[in-house]
């Protein structure tokens, strides 16, 4: 006789951001979770934003002894402990991680499935040795990092952010493959702690940010470390005494060999749809690969709903978190569906110097047609940024002259991913760049005088000046 289906209430797929759907508003709900690695609580935690930032910190210490000279104070870099670091870091994830797993296990309406969830029908799911169907399924299941198929590129020194984290010891020499958020981060942690570092990056470094902010950072990145572009990974080899041969080629043909005792692999992330099964299921995927959903995060299948890396390019902790308070809310209030909203989504990278960005670039606000004005304010035309002797970084905006209306912002140097986020407020309601300037007091001589200085030298015309 056939064993009737297991039936829930609700499945959520993945246990990142997808883990916070499930509180106390559906104790009355039977719920199905399915999480495919061992390990409990999705990428930020565990491979993401925490310990990446949880290695910034001290790696911000580590490069202020430059910084600090320049200011006629004399630091010496001792040493840095990176097993101790690691350790402690990953001792405070892994708990949390292992607790998380732990206090999801316990609840009574809720069964966690250590496997991988695809579809075997409309809501219909296999999980391992488990099929069931379900009312409503939440597709959660993030993205992964993106490996180029070339020989040599399961050698064991050669690592992704989910690896390089937990390694034993720091190497002499790291070679980084990719020019964006996670190339960035690793070469301000790794150089600051002694690393030698060079950079390979197809198209140049910062792709996609403004390019006022890529050149200028082009510039100090070429400072502290070795940057190649324009190079293809053709294969990876592992040499006599111990260490890897980075194979690669020019657009013309010319053949370059890198000797470095490890690499990072940093070549963007893809979405993490296809072991899923959707087309089983009803769901629709772009051809780059994301989950498509509607303004509610609704999927193309009735019942299914998805949120963070597997349907939204950009690919941020915020934007994930935002999505799965609306899946959250529409999977509550059925007749009183949530919009996720079109909200400038703002962003930072946490190198040396941080970078923070939100709205239009200038090549954006081109490329649509939009009439804008900028304002390039440096960071050593403000008080602090004498107190810091900056002679390097800087803040670029671009308003539009009539409304005086904010259309981006993007920031290199000091405390960035903080001073951006006025910048957000004002974009995501509709605060005017001159009211904005001149309708509060700036703290004095703080750096936020920056962005003060920045919407003042904005030529508006009109009704905005
Ligand atoms: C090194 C690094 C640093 C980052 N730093 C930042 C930062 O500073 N700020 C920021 O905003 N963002 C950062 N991000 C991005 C951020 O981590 C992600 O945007 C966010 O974690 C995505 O959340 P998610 O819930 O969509 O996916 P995830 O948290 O990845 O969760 C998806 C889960 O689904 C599971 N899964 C996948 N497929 C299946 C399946 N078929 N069956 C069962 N389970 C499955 C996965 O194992 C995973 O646990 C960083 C990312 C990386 C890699
Ligand atoms: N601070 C943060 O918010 C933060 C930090 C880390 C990661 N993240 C998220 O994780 C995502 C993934 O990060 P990432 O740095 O891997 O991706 P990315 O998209 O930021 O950068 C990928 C880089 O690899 C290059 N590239 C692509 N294909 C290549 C190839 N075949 N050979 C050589 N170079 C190639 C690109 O030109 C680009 O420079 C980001 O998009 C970001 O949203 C965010």
Same mark, same amino acid.
């Given at each position: 006789m056939l064993r009737p289906l297991d039936h829930y209430d609700l499945a959520i797929i993945?246990?990142?951001?997808?883990?916070?759907?499930? =509180?106390?508003?559906?104790? &009355?709900r039977s719920i199905a979770m399915i999480e495919r690695n061992p390990v409990f609580g999705g990428t930020c935690i565990n491979v993401g934003c925490i310990p990446t930032k949880m290695l910034v910190l001290p790696a911000d210490y580590a490069s202020s002894v430059a910084e600090a000279r320049r200011v006629n104070v004399d630091l010496s870099l001792d040493a840095v402990d990176f097993p101790a670091m690691r350790d402690r870091i990953f001792g405070r994830i892994d708990q949390i991680s292992e607790g998380g797993k732990e206090w999801r296990s316990s609840a009574d309406n809720l069964t966690l499935f250590s496997a991988e969830a695809s579809f075997v029908g409309e809501r219909r799911l296999r999980a391992g040795e488990h099929e069931f169907t379900a009312d409503q399924i939440v597709l959660a299941t993030g993205s992964s990092a993106v490996l180029p =198929?070339?020989?040599?590129? &399961?050698?064991?020194?050669?690592?992704?952010s989910d690896t390089i984290m937990r390694i034993d010891e720091l190497p002499q020499t790291l070679l980084i493959i990719g020019g964006g958020y996670i190339a960035t981060e690793f070469a301000h942690i790794f150089g600051s702690f002694g690393v030698k570092v060079t950079q390979l990056a197809r198209s140049g470094l910062?792709?996609?940010?403004d390019q006022t902010i890529i050149d200028r950072y082009t510039e100090i990145a070429a400072e502290r470390r070795t940057l190649r572009f324009g190079q293809t990974l053709n294969g990876i080899e592992a040499s006599e005494d111990d260490q890897l041969l980075v194979l690669t080629s020019d657009a013309d043909g010319e053949q370059y060999t890198y000797l470095t005792d490890m690499v990072l692999v940093a070549i963007g992330r893809s979405p993490n749809s296809a072991d899923l099964n959707p087309e089983a299921g009803g769901v629709r995927v772009s051809a780059s690969g994301y989950i498509e959903v509607d303004e509610f995060q609704r999927t193309s299948a009735d019942g299914v709903w998805a949120l963070g890396d597997v349907c939204n390019p950009n690919q941020l902790k915020h934007v994930a978190n935002r999505e799965a308070r609306v899946v959250r809310h529409n999977l509550l209030h059925p007749d009183d569906l949530q919009p996720v909203g079109d909200l400038p989504v703002p962003s930072a990278i946490f190198g040396e110097p941080q970078i923070a960005t939100v709205g239009l670039t200038e090549q954006q606000a081109i490329a649509a047609g939009v009439d804008f004005v900028t304002a390039i304010q440096e960071y050593g035309s403000v008080a602090y940024g004498w107190a810091l002797e900056d002679t390097v970084h800087l803040m670029k905006l671009l308003a539009d002259?009539?409304?005086?209306?904010?259309l981006g912002a993007h920031i290199l140097g000091p405390q960035a991913a903080s001073l951006i986020q006025p910048l957000v407020q004002a974009m995501t309601f509709g605060l005017g760049a001159q009211e904005m300037a001149r309708g509060q007091y700036w703290i004095h001589?703080?750096?936020?005088e920056l962005v003060e200085n920045a919407l003042l030298a904005l030529p508006l015309t009109g009704q905005a000046r």
């Open positions: 993945g246990s990142g951001s997808g883990n916070s759907i499930a =509180d106390e508003a559906f104790a &009355d =198929d070339v020989p040599g590129i &399961d050698l064991p020194k050669v690592h992704t910062l792709r996609g940010q002259p009539a409304s005086g209306q904010l001589p703080a750096l936020p």
